[in-house]
């Protein structure tokens, strides 16, 4: 099986922060990643796609990078209903496996 | 707009086999790749198993003994059964749906919590 370590567990930042989370796969996975966004009681939403494509209706404002074994996703700006767990997920072989996720709080 | 639905018992006895469906409208079952996808209260996701819609079924190996994925077309339902069921079985169990047999998952139900206990 193909390991994903999503750093940190968890961040608190400020609405207008910069915000990165990393994901990194035990073996190379080309760009096969995807990150989703889960607010509680509410299923994962997509955010990107293919590691960098944006989901068709995701603001601008989420882009992802990486290739191989190391992706990130950026926040270049927080706002406020940006405040959920961020979960990424590989889908380049099975079993499909994602990362353990992201909590992003409000500092 | 797609549309998926899971639907079935929200109580299972331990030992007992868990049952659900998932409904999917506002788009074909065919042609499209279709997952079940758990989280258990407070923590991650965990991938079930994925079914084709000829068929082709890809299941996690840690559950690959107990678990059952299957394809009703003319329902636009797939279902999932996963056998002697444990407190650690207790999740939301979701259904979600992919294009290619390489892609990640687009569409999600809403999920459905189970809860195994006597």
């Known amino acids: 099986d193909i390991q994903m370590t999503q750093s940190p567990s968890s961040l608190s930042a400020s609405v207008g922060d910069r915000v990165t989370i990393t994901c990194r796969a035990s073996?190379?996975?080309?760009?096969?990643l995807a990150w989703y966004q889960q607010k509680p009681g509410k299923a994962p939403k997509r955010l990107m796609y293919?590691?960098?494509s944006l989901q068709s209706g995701v603001p601008s404002r989420f882009s992802g990078s990486g290739s191989g074994t190391e992706f990130t996703l950026t926040i270049s700006s927080l706002q406020p209903e940006d405040f959920a767990t961020y979960y990424c997920?590989?889908?380049?072989?099975?079993?499909?496996?994602f990362g353990q996720g992201t909590k992003v709080d409000i500092k | 707009q797609v549309q998926l639905q899971e639907s079935g018992p929200g109580l299972v006895k331990p030992s007992e086999t868990l049952s659900l469906t998932c409904t999917v409208s506002?788009?074909?079952?065919?042609?499209?790749?279709w997952s079940w996808i758990r989280q258990p209260p407070g923590k991650g996701l965990e991938w079930i198993g994925s079914?084709?819609?000829?068929?082709?079924?890809n299941y996690n190996p840690s559950l690959q003994s107990r678990v059952t994925i299957s394809v009703v077309k003319y329902k636009s339902q797939f279902s999932l059964k996963l056998s002697s069921v444990a407190a650690a079985d207790t999740a939301v169990y979701y259904c979600?749906?992919?294009?290619?047999?390489?892609?990640?998952?687009?569409?999600w139900g809403q999920g459905t919590l189970v809860t195994v206990s006597s």
């Open positions: 979600a749906r992919f294009v290619t047999y390489g892609d990640s998952f687009d569409y």
């Open positions: 506002g788009g074909s079952i065919s042609s499209y790749y």
């Open positions: 079914i084709s819609y000829s068929g082709d079924t």
């Open positions: 073996q190379g996975i080309r760009n096969d």
């Open positions: 293919a590691a960098s």
């Open positions: 997920l590989q889908h380049n072989s099975y079993p499909r496996t």
